[in-house]
């Protein structure tokens, strides 16, 4: 906890001499544990099944924001991050016990939010949510069998408001989608689909007057059967366009063909379409399988690497050296959290390779031939700036790539002359003593990070990578 205070305290010293822009960094690291605290609490839904405690602390973190947002003293902000801390947690360990002691009205509350109870049948749901809280504030004031007789009635209202919106909201829409469909001629244009959904409905009707104590069943077929006639209908207006002529069958094929690729795009694949139907897709799945393969590899690295990093904490402690290396490491941590916290995922992607961090600027773009820089851009050359400040007396690489296109001489020249563009631009804008040196390099096609046969990995290769190492 000390150790926390005192990254605290040097990080709000860092902050009055910092730009303002810093100022949610330096209230996340402050609010770090009790937002920990907080998403434990709201993971096990504290806030419906300890609202006593959860409303205490929430007051609290309120409080604290506040007393933040007013340049209040530290030791109090602290004090209420600490009490509310306390109370998140309180709230998470009688969520537990409501969940065992409130189980069954917990699930109808969960079957009746599900058929959004709330919003087709909110009177019920209003009276079985006043009964819910009620149980689970004596329950958690420890009075548990007046709890669970109050929770008896919020289950039975709970029951009665999801079968009230099952009827006027799922089986009303359904019946009145399977009628617009029928209106529509899906009949003719899609007699399959149309069929699914009359189908999908009498089957929910049936189940709703069977059994009105099971409702997953008929809520599932009446969802089914809304679908499958907004899906009819979907079918018929574009088949209606090719009957009229308004869209040729070409048009129809490309505009099914372009989503596939886009998805070809994203996983950096060439796809080819004039074979069967599959042929595009397999590539897809191959990929897919791939980056499970990959990510099942990656799990099971990780888990070495905590396996190592224990051995590592072991062995550093014996040679009390590991507070420091902790202490570089977060500060490193910090850092790069900070330099994320100034692009958006249009302007630039931070990545992290052993030392150093490349600021892959995707946001920055060149006219086709061209290394000048306009204007439009300036903005985006101001955050990096920022963000070279952020490290101390950094080293610098500006890195320029282009994609294959083009020949190799003219690719290596451009690149240069785009890297040279930025490294201007920073020398003439940035302070004396913000940065170590900076050089620029070009590497033309050589470096590509993405596939050159397509479009998107045209795009992608054509970049300016900024390496900081401090």
């Known amino acids: 906890m000390l150790k926390t205070i005192q990254t605290i305290a040097c990080a709000i010293t860092v902050f009055l001499s910092a730009p303002v822009a810093f100022a949610d960094e330096i209230q996340t690291l402050l609010f770090k544990e009790v937002n920990e605290s907080l998403l434990r609490a709201n993971e096990v839904k504290a806030n419906t099944l300890a609202p006593t405690s959860y409303g205490k602390a929430a007051g609290l973190y309120r409080s604290a924001q506040e007393k933040f947002d007013k340049n209040a003293s530290i030791d109090s902000i602290k004090k209420d991050l600490e009490s509310a801390k306390a109370l998140f947690a309180k709230a998470a360990k ?30 019920q749901w209003r009276d079985a949510e006043v009964k819910f809280a009620e149980a689970a504030k004596r329950l958690e004031a420890g009075n548990s069998k007046s709890a669970v007789r109050i929770a008896e009635n919020a ?30 001629k899906a009949t003719r244009f899609a007699p399959d689909t149309l069929t699914n959904a009359q189908q999908a409905l009498a089957q929910a009707e049936k189940s709703l007057d069977e059994n009105r104590y099971d409702l997953d069943q008929p ?28 869209l040729t069958v070409e048009q129809l094929v490309l505009t099914m063909e372009a989503p596939v690729q886009s998805i070809g795009d994203t996983l950096d694949l060439k796809l080819a379409f004039d074979g069967s139907v599959e042929e595009p897709i397999e590539p897809i799945q191959e990929a897919i399988k791939a980056l499970q393969k990959d990510s099942a590899e990656l799990v099971e690295r990780n888990s070495q690497m905590v ?13 009390g050296l590991q507070s420091d290396r902790l202490a570089r490491q977060e500060e490193r941590e910090q850092k790069i959290a900070l330099v994320e916290g100034l692009f958006t ?3 630039a992607i931070v ?20 290394s000048n820089i306009d204007a ?53 804008n940035m302070q004396a ?37 401090e």
Do not use: C, W
């Open 94 to 123: 009688a969520s537990a016990i409501a969940d065992v002691t409130l189980v069954e009205s917990i699930q109808a509350r969960n079957g009746a939010e599900a058929a959004e109870a709330e919003q087709h049948a909110p009177e």
């Open 155 to 184: 289950e039975a209202l709970y029951e009665e408001a999801e079968l009230n919106a099952i009827k006027n909201h799922y089986l009303n829409s359904a019946r009145d989608m399977v009628a617009k469909a029928e209106k529509a």
């Open 219 to 246: 809520r599932a077929l009446a969802k089914d059967a809304l679908y499958q006639a907004a899906h009819a209908i979907k079918i018929t207006e574009t088949a209606r366009k090719v009957d009229d002529d308004d």
């Open 307 to 319: 396996a190592l990093e224990a051995q590592m904490s072991d062995l550093e402690n014996r040679l």
């Open 345 to 347: 995922d249009e302007e």
């Open 351 to 370: 990545l992290k390779k052993g030392d150093s961090v490349i600021l892959r600027m995707i946001g920055l773009n060149f006219k086709s031939g061209k």
């Open 376 to 428: 439009e851009y300036f903005g985006l050359l101001r955050k990096v700036m920022t963000a070279i400040g952020t490290f101390s007396n950094p080293n610098i690489t500006i890195e320029g790539h282009t994609d294959s296109f083009g020949s190799d001489d003219i690719n290596l020249k451009l690149s240069s002359e785009r890297a040279e563009a930025v490294q201007a631009y920073l020398l003439t």
């Open 433 to 469: 003593g913000t940065f170590s040196k900076i050089l620029a390099q070009g590497y033309g096609e050589s470096k590509p990070i993405a596939n050159n046969e397509t479009a998107d990995g045209r795009r992608k290769n054509r970049r300016i990578d900024l390496v900081i190492q």
